[in-house]
């Protein structure tokens, strides 16, 4: 699975009223903002990132699971991911928290597959009306990094991923189990990031986040019980329907609100 660009913000109205695209096998219609509004509060302490909810202000704000569930081949393949966000002048704040029976992880190269392993990930539209590019950060159990600026239909109808994007941010992740050992069962693991707002900036102006501020993103996790092989579930905070095409279709993406 591979995975904005300056444009003002259109206003909510012609978002949400325009043209749905058909999709999946049963012609289902979403447009981008037809789902709820996630809302990612601001913060005032100081986060450190460390894998852990120590800090107050991540149990006030938003949290939501990922519902929407791909590839399920089996009972283990559905398990619980659990998404927070926060923002200040400087970062985005991201925390996941996984139940995973399976701890299973294999890359450890920047720009690899994580996406193969267990791997969260998350991808951004910071001018929501440029529904054809979006910046993506996927990691593995190892902190291994799948950065990229993800352009859809990019030439003759194919996408293209400008993968030599390597942005600087914190991540840390903590587990509850043994990494590759289907022996026994595990708890699972967490994954915080942050991300400074300054990466946005590759290619030119963004929408300034401050309160009020919409920008379009979609959490993903991907869930591998399988020592060997490629095999994988999917789940999303947001429906795509079509998973056969990838997640990364931008319409299907949801609107984040910055608020205080």
Known sequence: ????????????????????????????????????????????QKIVVDGKLNEEVWQRTEART?????????????QKTT??????EQNIYLFYQMEDKFLTVRET???????????????????????DTHFGYELNLNKASNDFIYFNRYYK????????????????????????????????????????????????????????THWAILAVRQDRNDLNGNRRSTSTLFPIYDISKNVHQANRFGLVEFIE
């Open 109 to 131: 190269r920047r720009d690899g597959e994580p996406y193969l392993d267990d791997c969260a990930e998350i991808f951004f539209i910071t001018a929501p009306d440029s529904l």
């Open 83 to 88: 998404f927070r966000m926060l923002w200040d």
């Open 66 to 78: 990922l519902d929407y569930f791909y590839r399920i081949e089996q009972q283990d393949d559905e």
């Open 1 to 44: 699975m591979y995975h904005p660009h300056k444009c003002a913000l259109v206003s909510l109205v012609f978002i949400f009223t325009g043209v749905a695209v058909a999709v999946g096998q049963n012609v289902q219609k979403l447009s981008l903002g037809e789902q709820s509004i996630f809302e990612a509060s601001k913060t005032n």
């Open 157 to 212: 109808g194919k996408d293209v991923v400008y993968k030599t994007f390597n942005p600087e941010f914190k991540v840390e992740i903590t587990y509850d189990g043994t990494i590759n050992d289907n022996s026994d069962i595990d708890k699972g693991w967490t994954m915080e990031m942050a991300i400074p707002i300054s990466n946005f900036g590759e290619l030119g102006e963004i929408e300034p986040i401050q309160k009020g």
